[in-house]
Structures are given as C-alpha cells and as structure tokens.
C-alpha cells in the first residue's frame, strides 16, 4: 500500500514544489488512514489544509479506494 501511495504522491509533488513545497508520507493505518506531513512553505501555508483534503486527498482516494481519510501531523 505505501508504495501505491508514494505513487500517487508523486503525482502531486511538482504541484507543490511549484510552490516551494513538499509532503512526506509518515504512516498508513490498517484501517485506512494516510498521515501525512506538508513541508517547506507548505507547512506553514495558511491553505495548506484545503490543498490536503481538496487535492492530495482528493487524488489519492482516486487512485487507491482503500484509503478512507488523509490527515496532516
């Protein structure tokens, strides 16, 4: 599963570094929850939290229906 899921990061990923950020995938619950952590400037991003749910969420759900939730630590 975290292979998929790095997969499906990697989709992401120049998205984010277009604007001087990064994620890092931390742990993958057995009931389907994805932590992530948001790093350079989105981090601290005040929209960081909709870019979470709205967009890496939202593709990673897409491409791998076993995820139930993604989170940001």
Same mark, same amino acid.
């Given at each position: @599963?975290?292979?998929k899921i790095?997969?499906?990061?990697?989709k992401?990923? !120049?998205m984010l570094?277009?604007?001087?950020?990064?994620?890092?995938?931390?742990?993958?619950? !057995?009931d389907?929850?994805?932590?992530?952590?948001?790093?350079?400037?989105?981090?601290?991003? !005040?929209m960081?939290? @909709?870019?979470?749910k709205n967009?890496?969420?939202k593709?990673?759900?897409?491409e791998?229906?076993?995820?139930?939730e993604?989170?940001?630590?």
């Open positions: @599963m975290r292979e790095e997969k499906a990061l990697d992401v990923r !120049p570094a277009a604007d001087g950020g990064n994620v890092e995938l931390i742990d993958v619950t !057995p389907g929850v994805v932590k992530l952590k948001l790093k350079g400037s989105c981090g601290c991003c !005040p960081s939290s @909709m870019t979470l967009g890496i969420e593709i990673l759900k897409q791998i229906p076993e995820i139930k993604v989170v940001a630590l």
